[in-house]
């Protein structure tokens, strides 16, 4: 898990339950992306919450979460 810390002490990361957030301080925990299917089963993971793409199509779900994951990593936790 991977934790960025500006320079005034606030906290982002991509939620896990590795360790407990709430001993940071207070938190705001707010969708990164939304990982769907659509209506012909593929999945696509929106990351327009935060300003990002819509990855896919992706055959199976758990594909559509590491593209959201790597996405996340490299755009939104730099």
């Known amino acids: 898990m991977e934790l960025l810390i500006d320079r005034w002490g606030a906290v982002r990361c991509v939620y896990a339950e590795a360790i407990d957030l709430s001993r940071l301080g207070d938190l705001t925990i707010r969708r990164a992306s ?3 299917p659509d ?13 990002g793409p819509l990855l896919g199509p992706f055959d199976r779900r758990g ?13 939104w936790l730099i």
Do not use: F, K, N, T
């Open 34 to 36: 939304h990982v769907e």
């Open 39 to 51: 209506e012909r089963g593929q999945w696509w993971a929106d990351l327009s919450p935060v300003g």
């Open 63 to 75: 594909a559509a979460l590491a593209a959201e994951e790597r996405w996340l990593d490299s755009h």
